[in-house]
Protein backbone atom coordinates (compact mmCIF):
# COMPACT_ATOMS: atom_id res chain seq x y z
CA UNK A 1 0.00 0.00 0.00
CA UNK A 2 1.12 3.21 -0.47
CA UNK A 3 -0.11 7.07 0.59
CA UNK A 4 1.23 8.87 -2.43
CA UNK A 5 -1.43 9.49 -5.41
CA UNK A 6 0.24 9.23 -8.85
CA UNK A 7 1.04 12.66 -10.29
CA UNK A 8 -0.66 13.21 -13.47
CA UNK A 9 1.85 11.64 -16.22
CA UNK A 10 3.99 14.25 -17.41
CA UNK A 11 3.63 14.76 -21.67
CA UNK A 12 6.13 13.93 -23.84
CA UNK A 13 5.93 16.93 -25.76
CA UNK A 14 3.66 19.80 -24.81
CA UNK A 15 2.57 23.22 -26.34
CA UNK A 16 0.54 26.09 -24.96
CA UNK A 17 -0.84 29.01 -26.86
CA UNK A 18 1.47 28.81 -29.99
CA UNK A 19 1.61 31.84 -32.44
CA UNK A 20 3.39 31.88 -35.27
CA UNK A 21 3.29 35.24 -37.70
CA UNK A 22 5.14 35.56 -41.39
CA UNK A 23 5.48 39.30 -41.58
CA UNK A 24 2.01 40.83 -40.55
CA UNK A 25 0.27 37.34 -41.48
CA UNK A 26 -0.71 35.61 -38.33
CA UNK A 27 -0.22 31.93 -39.31
CA UNK A 28 -0.73 30.15 -35.94
CA UNK A 29 -3.18 31.57 -33.70
CA UNK A 30 -2.85 30.00 -30.53
CA UNK A 31 -2.40 26.08 -30.50
CA UNK A 32 -2.50 24.17 -27.44
CA UNK A 33 -1.84 20.42 -27.28
CA UNK A 34 -0.16 17.83 -24.94
CA UNK A 35 1.24 14.38 -26.67
CA UNK A 36 1.54 11.96 -23.54
CA UNK A 37 3.24 8.62 -23.98
CA UNK A 38 1.92 6.28 -26.81
CA UNK A 39 -0.46 9.01 -28.42
CA UNK A 40 -0.67 9.05 -31.98
CA UNK A 41 -2.20 12.73 -32.69
CA UNK A 42 -2.73 13.46 -36.40
CA UNK A 43 -3.18 16.39 -37.94
CA UNK A 44 -5.91 17.24 -40.57
CA UNK A 45 -6.80 20.43 -42.38
CA UNK A 46 -6.48 22.12 -46.05
CA UNK A 47 -3.03 23.08 -47.24
CA UNK A 48 -2.33 26.34 -45.99
CA UNK A 49 -3.97 25.31 -42.49
CA UNK A 50 -0.94 25.89 -40.68
CA UNK A 51 0.05 22.25 -40.06
CA UNK A 52 3.67 22.02 -41.30
CA UNK A 53 4.50 25.79 -39.43
CA UNK A 54 2.82 24.13 -36.32
CA UNK A 55 4.69 21.01 -36.35
CA UNK A 56 7.86 23.15 -37.87
CA UNK A 57 7.35 25.15 -34.92
CA UNK A 58 7.50 22.30 -32.23
CA UNK A 59 11.43 21.79 -32.44
CA UNK A 60 12.36 24.90 -33.53
CA UNK A 61 12.78 24.58 -37.39
CA UNK A 62 10.70 27.95 -37.62
CA UNK A 63 10.76 30.22 -33.97
CA UNK A 64 7.41 31.04 -32.80
CA UNK A 65 5.97 34.54 -31.73
CA UNK A 66 4.62 33.95 -28.75
CA UNK A 67 3.88 30.59 -26.96
CA UNK A 68 5.64 27.53 -24.55
CA UNK A 69 7.35 24.19 -25.97
CA UNK A 70 7.91 21.30 -22.86
CA UNK A 71 9.22 18.33 -23.48
CA UNK A 72 9.37 15.58 -20.85
CA UNK A 73 8.28 18.66 -18.80
CA UNK A 74 11.22 21.06 -19.19
CA UNK A 75 10.67 24.29 -20.28
CA UNK A 76 12.25 25.27 -23.86
CA UNK A 77 13.87 28.76 -22.95
CA UNK A 78 12.89 31.16 -25.66
CA UNK A 79 13.66 34.92 -25.75
CA UNK A 80 12.18 37.38 -28.41
CA UNK A 81 15.40 39.00 -31.14
CA UNK A 82 14.27 42.40 -32.11
CA UNK A 83 11.69 40.85 -34.86
CA UNK A 84 9.68 39.65 -32.37
CA UNK A 85 10.92 35.78 -32.97
CA UNK A 86 11.28 33.53 -30.16
CA UNK A 87 14.74 32.37 -30.56
CA UNK A 88 16.45 29.59 -27.98
CA UNK A 89 18.52 31.21 -25.13
CA UNK A 90 20.20 27.73 -25.04
CA UNK A 91 21.68 25.66 -28.00
CA UNK A 92 22.36 22.72 -25.93
CA UNK A 93 18.76 22.63 -25.14
CA UNK A 94 17.83 23.29 -28.71
CA UNK A 95 19.96 20.07 -29.39
CA UNK A 96 18.29 17.98 -26.31
CA UNK A 97 15.04 18.94 -27.43
CA UNK A 98 15.91 18.03 -31.18
CA UNK A 99 16.89 14.86 -29.85
CA UNK A 100 13.96 14.15 -28.58
CA UNK A 101 11.70 15.26 -30.81
CA UNK A 102 12.44 13.25 -34.35
CA UNK A 103 11.04 14.53 -37.44
CA UNK A 104 10.27 13.01 -40.69
CA UNK A 105 9.97 15.65 -43.56
CA UNK A 106 7.42 14.94 -46.74
CA UNK A 107 10.86 15.20 -49.01
CA UNK A 108 12.95 12.94 -46.71
CA UNK A 109 15.65 15.22 -46.38
CA UNK A 110 18.29 12.49 -46.44
CA UNK A 111 22.20 14.03 -47.13
CA UNK A 112 22.70 12.93 -50.76
CA UNK A 113 26.38 12.72 -50.29
CA UNK A 114 26.24 9.84 -48.12
CA UNK A 115 24.97 6.13 -48.03
CA UNK A 116 22.04 5.45 -46.34
CA UNK A 117 23.79 3.56 -43.63
CA UNK A 118 26.00 7.16 -42.88
CA UNK A 119 22.75 9.03 -42.83
CA UNK A 120 22.02 6.75 -39.83
CA UNK A 121 24.96 6.60 -37.74
CA UNK A 122 25.97 10.24 -38.39
CA UNK A 123 23.47 12.08 -35.70
CA UNK A 124 24.00 8.99 -33.15
CA UNK A 125 27.99 9.32 -33.41
CA UNK A 126 27.86 13.31 -33.30
CA UNK A 127 25.10 13.72 -31.03
CA UNK A 128 25.19 10.76 -28.73
CA UNK A 129 28.30 9.94 -29.22
CA UNK A 130 28.03 6.33 -29.77
CA UNK A 131 31.21 4.60 -31.04
CA UNK A 132 31.00 3.49 -34.99
CA UNK A 133 30.68 0.07 -34.17
CA UNK A 134 27.52 0.59 -31.85
CA UNK A 135 25.89 3.13 -34.44
CA UNK A 136 25.93 0.81 -37.37
CA UNK A 137 24.32 -2.21 -35.36
CA UNK A 138 21.70 0.09 -34.39
CA UNK A 139 21.47 1.29 -37.92
CA UNK A 140 21.75 -1.99 -39.36
CA UNK A 141 18.63 -3.54 -37.26
CA UNK A 142 16.64 -0.28 -38.08
CA UNK A 143 17.15 -1.01 -41.73
CA UNK A 144 15.65 -4.43 -41.10
CA UNK A 145 13.00 -2.86 -39.23
CA UNK A 146 12.17 -0.49 -42.29
CA UNK A 147 12.43 -3.32 -44.67
CA UNK A 148 15.49 -2.30 -46.68
CA UNK A 149 18.76 -3.69 -44.99
CA UNK A 150 19.76 -4.77 -48.59
CA UNK A 151 20.08 -0.81 -49.43
CA UNK A 152 22.73 0.15 -46.88
CA UNK A 153 25.65 0.85 -48.96
CA UNK A 154 23.33 3.17 -51.09
CA UNK A 155 23.12 6.24 -51.75
CA UNK A 156 19.38 8.10 -51.60
CA UNK A 157 19.38 8.98 -55.38
CA UNK A 158 19.85 4.74 -56.25
CA UNK A 159 16.39 4.43 -54.05
CA UNK A 160 12.84 4.99 -54.54
CA UNK A 161 10.51 7.35 -53.09
CA UNK A 162 9.01 4.90 -50.30
CA UNK A 163 12.48 3.65 -49.84
CA UNK A 164 14.09 6.81 -49.28
CA UNK A 165 11.38 7.65 -46.81
CA UNK A 166 11.71 4.22 -44.62
CA UNK A 167 15.45 5.54 -44.44
CA UNK A 168 14.66 8.82 -43.24
CA UNK A 169 12.80 6.95 -40.98
CA UNK A 170 15.12 4.74 -39.64
CA UNK A 171 17.63 7.84 -39.07
CA UNK A 172 14.95 9.57 -36.74
CA UNK A 173 14.67 6.33 -34.90
CA UNK A 174 18.52 5.82 -34.81
CA UNK A 175 18.17 9.10 -32.31
CA UNK A 176 15.42 7.21 -29.83
CA UNK A 177 13.44 10.23 -29.95
CA UNK A 178 10.51 10.44 -27.24
CA UNK A 179 8.34 11.93 -29.84
CA UNK A 180 8.79 11.91 -33.99
CA UNK A 181 6.81 14.39 -35.86
CA UNK A 182 5.76 13.08 -39.35
CA UNK A 183 4.94 16.13 -41.81
CA UNK A 184 3.01 14.42 -44.93
CA UNK A 185 5.28 11.97 -45.22
CA UNK A 186 4.04 10.06 -48.01
CA UNK A 187 2.48 12.66 -49.96
CA UNK A 188 5.44 13.11 -52.72
CA UNK A 189 5.90 9.30 -53.07
CA UNK A 190 3.74 7.56 -56.05
CA UNK A 191 0.55 5.82 -55.12
CA UNK A 192 2.22 2.63 -54.96
CA UNK A 193 4.89 3.44 -52.26
CA UNK A 194 2.81 4.62 -49.97
CA UNK A 195 1.14 1.72 -48.42
CA UNK A 196 4.88 0.35 -47.59
CA UNK A 197 5.96 4.19 -45.53
CA UNK A 198 2.10 4.04 -43.84
CA UNK A 199 2.64 -0.03 -43.18
CA UNK A 200 6.32 0.99 -41.03
CA UNK A 201 3.93 4.68 -39.74
CA UNK A 202 1.28 1.83 -38.33
CA UNK A 203 4.08 -0.90 -37.13
CA UNK A 204 5.44 2.24 -35.04
CA UNK A 205 2.12 3.35 -33.53
CA UNK A 206 1.27 -0.32 -32.70
CA UNK A 207 4.94 -0.61 -30.77
CA UNK A 208 3.13 2.27 -28.46
CA UNK A 209 5.57 5.10 -30.35
CA UNK A 210 4.60 8.64 -29.44
CA UNK A 211 3.50 10.74 -32.82
CA UNK A 212 2.12 13.64 -34.23
CA UNK A 213 1.64 13.10 -37.91
CA UNK A 214 0.25 15.59 -40.68
CA UNK A 215 -1.39 13.38 -43.50
CA UNK A 216 -4.03 13.53 -46.17
CA UNK A 217 -4.39 9.76 -45.42
CA UNK A 218 -7.42 10.00 -43.61
CA UNK A 219 -8.72 6.63 -43.42
CA UNK A 220 -5.42 5.74 -42.53
CA UNK A 221 -5.27 8.46 -39.59
CA UNK A 222 -8.46 7.21 -38.69
CA UNK A 223 -7.09 3.81 -38.16
CA UNK A 224 -3.93 4.75 -36.17
CA UNK A 225 -4.49 7.59 -34.25
CA UNK A 226 -5.73 8.05 -30.44
CA UNK A 227 -6.33 11.65 -31.07
CA UNK A 228 -7.16 14.13 -34.10
CA UNK A 229 -7.17 17.69 -34.50
CA UNK A 230 -8.56 19.46 -37.55
CA UNK A 231 -6.57 23.17 -38.19
CA UNK A 232 -8.24 25.80 -39.77
CA UNK A 233 -6.86 28.99 -40.33
CA UNK A 234 -3.96 28.78 -37.85
CA UNK A 235 -6.50 27.33 -35.24
CA UNK A 236 -7.74 24.19 -33.75
CA UNK A 237 -11.02 23.67 -35.24
CA UNK A 238 -12.09 20.58 -33.86
CA UNK A 239 -10.97 17.63 -32.15
CA UNK A 240 -11.25 14.26 -30.49
CA UNK A 241 -11.11 10.81 -30.78
CA UNK A 242 -11.19 9.37 -34.71
CA UNK A 243 -14.56 8.41 -34.15
CA UNK A 244 -15.87 11.50 -32.97
CA UNK A 245 -14.01 13.56 -35.42
CA UNK A 246 -14.49 11.34 -38.14
CA UNK A 247 -18.45 10.71 -37.51
CA UNK A 248 -19.76 12.94 -35.79
CA UNK A 249 -17.86 16.41 -37.01
CA UNK A 250 -19.41 19.28 -34.80
CA UNK A 251 -18.04 22.61 -36.84
CA UNK A 252 -19.08 23.01 -40.67
CA UNK A 253 -15.83 23.52 -41.86
CA UNK A 254 -14.53 20.13 -40.64
CA UNK A 255 -17.71 18.11 -42.12
CA UNK A 256 -16.96 19.66 -45.58
CA UNK A 257 -13.64 18.57 -45.44
CA UNK A 258 -14.94 14.86 -43.91
CA UNK A 259 -16.88 14.55 -46.92
CA UNK A 260 -14.68 15.64 -49.34
CA UNK A 261 -11.90 13.73 -48.53
CA UNK A 262 -12.68 10.87 -46.98
P1 LIG B 1 -0.06 23.62 -44.39
O1 LIG B 1 1.13 22.80 -44.00
O2 LIG B 1 -1.26 23.37 -43.55
O3 LIG B 1 -0.37 23.52 -45.85
P2 LIG B 1 1.69 25.89 -43.92
O4 LIG B 1 2.07 25.81 -42.50
O5 LIG B 1 2.67 25.42 -44.94
O6 LIG B 1 0.28 25.15 -44.11
O7 LIG B 1 1.33 27.38 -44.27
C1 LIG B 1 0.48 28.18 -43.47
C2 LIG B 1 0.44 29.59 -44.03
O8 LIG B 1 1.72 30.17 -43.87
C3 LIG B 1 0.13 29.67 -45.52
O9 LIG B 1 -0.65 30.83 -45.73
C4 LIG B 1 1.48 29.81 -46.14
O10 LIG B 1 1.40 30.49 -47.36
C5 LIG B 1 2.23 30.61 -45.11
N1 LIG B 1 3.67 30.32 -45.12
C6 LIG B 1 4.25 29.12 -44.90
N2 LIG B 1 5.59 29.21 -44.92
C7 LIG B 1 5.88 30.51 -45.17
C8 LIG B 1 7.10 31.27 -45.31
N3 LIG B 1 8.29 30.68 -45.18
N4 LIG B 1 6.99 32.59 -45.55
C9 LIG B 1 5.78 33.19 -45.65
N5 LIG B 1 4.61 32.55 -45.53
C10 LIG B 1 4.65 31.24 -45.29
MG1 LIG C 1 2.26 21.42 -45.04
Known sequence: MTQSTPAAATPALEVRDLHKSYGDLEVIKGIS???????????????????????????????????????????????????????????????????????????????????????????PRRVLGQSKAEAIATAEALLAKVGIADKRHNYPNQLSGGQQQRAAIARTLAMQPKVILFDEPTSALDPEMVQEVLGVIRGLADEGCTMLLVTHELSFARQVSSQIMFFHQGRIEEQGTPEEVFERPQSERCRQFMSSHY
Do not use: Y
Open 33 to 123: LAAHDGDVISILGSSGSGKSTFLRCLNLLENPHKGQIFFSGEELQLKADKTGALQAVRNEQINRLRTQVGFVFQNFNLWPHMTVLDNIIEA
